[in-house]
């Protein structure tokens, strides 16, 4: 592009002193600066210095160009087409204030209701509160420093900052480490995939400012040393993959226990109000009602009262910090004291064995600290961090403060239920509390369960779970899903758990468990993130992960002591989620395998001509495939025993990219299947593991317009990317925006070429409704035979449109091991006839469907 260094810099430096003018321009060629900057790493062994100025000054206009576009309020997208509006990207302190002030409602519903079990929980068996105070100031002590590593330093100073193009959690984490080290296990990737605006992350262009030998160098080793054993290995990639599903089957198992733990907590304060007699016959009852309304109204979805979630938390906040306050001015206003470690290492002292054990109940005050980073997408990482170190954390502190103040003066306890949060509230508050606490205990309730169905859709669309039915219960914010199956498996779980146990001490047992393996996950997985992409000396990697793996580890053996007294049931519940997801990708993986040595070359259908050797019908065929090149075996085992097909054939495969969200123009590729003449066509569909798949009817025409733009543009001609597959014979282009039909409406009598399958199902089930006739538009820049061939398209698709799909049955091979025999025999045709076709997960209507079957032999 730049013939030598003089002109380079001549095009540089003059963007740099006129940067506000320049600024708009470069925003619109960002292809001619990564020439630019192609074109600079190979002068770099030949020009030294010079050339590292030079670069500096491109990474600045890269830097400044990416703030632009992302600071930009006009990349706000239609919630309703797939995409998602990220508050993020507004920075003006109003609107950060307001989004820190409704992340209190989503994000710190669970961790805000802690206080009502964590004394109750921690008190319960392995400690006795005597009167020097030792164990409830240490207990406090514990309390404190907890709350401090980990929800403050961990995850709002360090791990909000590892956001996946604003999407958190742990298959974020996940997503990133397969997007720059290649470890995935989608066996459907395309060099294409890697072009998307969302596949590299944002801040990829923070370390090219890092020019210096000395301290660029070594990190990048560093990265490339990671990066390569984790490519090569590919145990390291299944070690990544496991703890992927570790952390997720640990999410779905708190969604069965927060529930049942917040309830029957916020409800145990009527203990005070009635005699311990009548209290277990009342308390039970009640709380298995509340979990049983709170199930049975999920399929409404939150978006009519998520309004009021923000409210309940504050108001609830607002009374814990009072309350707190009360307790410490009233009862012992020096019990700050408390919160040095000194207090800690002396209760531990004391307390030896029993102070070890009891850290299973400390444990609970940092649940719900992963939704703030679970939760990120929904907010920005300034309006999380100022809601938690101004308005959680302080309110927190106070609480537990106050009850500590309050236990301190109070040694003479009748019973262990006397160690709670209510007997620390004022005689006449207790009922206003106890109503509070219930609302907010069900507000937090409601995030988890929210959560659950989240972390499952993306597993599924991963490749990771059975497909399931999934409602996308709002059409104005993004996240607001409901998964039938899941749910009612869920409620059953819960009053199962909430039944069998009947106290706080084997449920926070069991949630603690939970709780610190997912924070574990994260802290391995976040640890390879710093030394992979953000391209940090291994030295901070290590430190990270021996610092809080160190005290993670240390609240792991509290909880795992304590199996027997409920820590089994996360255990037991990951084990079998565990064992299904393994055996669902595995199966997947198997059933690709298949297909593509059994696929057949695109020179089996060039030698057909044009007709393809069988009769063409009217109407549009279109054979749902996963692979990406080639002909599927089911086209040939269709057409094998059934010499006919449609005159215009697609190829069609919807896959699942490691992004969050895939922009609505990078969705389509679309290329051609053999000759002109051949009318056959490959589409394929992408889409990020948080993006909503649109309904049948919109879903075709965005199919139909992609292909007529590609015929418009001749394929070759368009500006988009084009990439040629391992066939050789096709070449993909990237479909930015749809054909425009102009539409007419006639009425479905007059309109020719309807089937009688579909005439029937529409007698049957609706009564006479218009149909649309597609009319081409006059364009002089439409060539004559791009003009016939969609002519054509238009004529299909009045016509009709029908799916192939395949229905396969697995078999293993006849001398495979007994494990493989098991798992694709029994499990996965198991969990294949149990769960959702595919009709459900691309959203296809069912009376122009055509499904052959198959036999697998992996």
Not at 474 to 484: A, F, T, V
Not at 624 to 636: D, K, Q, R
């Amino acid at each position: 592009m730049l013939g030598h260094r003089g002109e380079a810099v001549s095009f540089a430096v003059p963007c740099v002193q006129r940067l506000p003018e320049a600024i708009f321009v470069m925003a619109h060629h960002k292809s001619s600066i990564l020439c630019v900057w192609k074109r600079i790493g190979q002068w770099r062994n030949t020009r030294g210095t010079e050339c590292r100025n030079l670069k500096a000054i491109i990474a600045m206009i890269l830097l400044l160009k990416e703030y632009v576009i992302l600071s930009s309020t006009a990349r706000a997208m239609d919630l309703e087409a797939g995409s998602y509006i990220n508050p993020a990207k507004r920075q003006t302190w109003s609107s950060v204030l307001m989004l820190a002030y409704q992340s209190l409602g989503v994000v710190y519903g669970d961790l805000s209701t802690s206080p009502l079990y964590v004394y109750k929980s921690t008190f319960a068996d392995d400690i006795k509160h005597s009167e020097s105070n030792d164990e409830i100031y240490g207990v406090l002590s514990c309390v404190f420093w907890t709350l401090t590593i980990i929800p403050l330093l961990k995850y709002v100073l360090i791990v909000l900052q590892a956001d996946d193009n604003g999407e958190g959690g742990t298959f974020a984490l996940y997503s990133l480490l397969v997007r720059h080290a290649r470890v995935g296990f989608i066996p459907n990737g395309q060099v294409a995939d890697e072009e998307l605006m969302a596949y590299r992350k944002k801040d990829d262009h923070f370390h090219l400012l890092n020019l210096s030998s000395s301290s660029y160098g070594d990190d990048t080793y560093t990265a490339s040393w990671m990066r390569r054993l984790l490519e090569k290995h590919k145990n390291s990639q299944r070690v990544l993959l496991f703890l992927a599903l570790l952390g997720a089957c640990m999410v779905i198992g708190d969604g069965v226990l927060t529930p049942a733990i917040s309830v029957f907590s916020a409800i145990s304060g009527l203990e005070l109000s009635m005699s311990r007699e009548h209290h277990k016959y009342v308390e039970l009852p009640v709380a298995c009602f509340i979990l049983l309304c709170l199930f049975a109204l999920q399929h409404f979805g939150t978006h009519r009262l998520g309004f009021l979630f923000a409210p309940i938390v504050t108001i609830w906040l607002l009374c814990i910090s009072v309350i707190g306050a009360y307790n410490i001015v009233h009862w012992n206003p020096y019990v700050y004291q408390a919160l040095s470690p000194y207090y800690m290492f002396k209760f531990l002292k004391k307390t030896r064995r029993g102070g070890w054990m009891s850290l299973g109940g400390v444990l609970l005050c940092i649940t719900g600290s992963e939704a703030m980073y679970a939760d990120l997408g929904h907010f920005s990482q300034s309006s999380v961090k100022i809601a938690f170190a101004f308005v959680v954390y302080p309110s927190l502190l106070l609480a537990y403060m106050g009850q500590a103040a309050y236990l301190s003066r109070h040694h003479v306890i009748e019973n262990h239920y006397r160690i709670g949060f209510y007997v620390s509230v004022p005689e006449r508050l207790r009922w206003p509390v106890l109503a509070i606490a219930i609302l907010a205990a069900v507000v937090g309730s409601q995030s988890v369960i929210t959560g659950t169905f989240s972390i499952i859709k993306q597993c599924s669309a991963l490749g990771c779970f059975p497909r399931v039915k999934i409602v996308h219960t709002s059409s104005k914010i993004d996240g607001q899903i409901y998964i039938p199956e899941i749910n009612w498996i869920l409620m059953i779980l819960c009053l199962a758990v909430t039944i069998g146990f009947r106290n706080t001490k084997h449920l926070g047992n069991a949630q603690g468990l939970a709780v610190i393996i997912v924070m574990l996950v994260t802290t391995c997985l976040m640890s390879i993130v710093i030394m992979v992409c953000w391209h940090k000396n291994i030295f901070f990697a290590v430190c990270f992960l021996i610092f809080f793996g160190i005290i993670e580890a240390i609240f792991l053996s509290a909880s795992l002591i304590k199996f027997l007294e409920g820590a089994w049931v996360p255990i037991t519940l990951a084990s079998i989620l565990m064992i299904a997801m393994c055996i669902w990708h595995y199966g997947t993986l198997k059933k690709y395998e298949f297909d593509i040595q059994n696929k057949v070359p695109i020179n089996w259908l060039l030698t057909l001509g044009p007709s393809l050797g069988f009769v063409r019908v009217r109407g549009i065929g279109l054979i749902h495939t996963e692979l990406v090149s080639g002909i599927p075996a089911i086209f040939t085992h269709f057409v094998t025993n059934l010499p006919a097909f449609h005159q215009v054939l697609v190829f069609l495969c919807i896959k699942s990219i490691p992004i969050p969200h895939v922009q609505p123009e990078e969705r389509f590729l679309v290329g051609r299947v053999g000759p002109k003449e051949f009318r056959s066509y490959r589409v394929i569909v992408r889409y990020g593991y948080h993006d909503i798949h649109k309904d049948d009817m919109e879903f075709e025409k965005d199919l139909v317009s992609s292909i007529a733009e590609f015929i418009r543009s001749a394929g070759n001609k368009h500006d988009g990317l084009t990439e040629g597959t391992e066939d050789g014979d096709e070449k993909l282009t990237v479909i930015s925006s749809g054909f425009r039909f102009n539409e007419e409406k006639i009425e479905s009598e007059e309109t020719p070429g309807i089937s009688r399958s579909s005439e029937m199902h529409s007698s049957a089930t609706t009564p006479q409704k218009k149909r649309v006739r597609f009319v081409l538009p006059k364009s002089p820049t439409i060539e004559k035979g791009a003009e016939e061939e969609l002519q054509e398209l238009m004529k299909a698709r009045e016509a009709g449109m029908t799916f192939i799909l395949g229905h396969s049955y697995m078999r293993a091979k006849s001398g495979s091991s007994l494990i493989k025999r098991l798992s694709i025999n029994i499990g996965y045709e198991f969990l294949r006839r149990n769960c959702r076709g595919a009709t459900y997960a691309i959203s296809i209507p069912h009376a122009p469907t055509l499904e052959v079957g198959m036999v697998y032999n992996v």
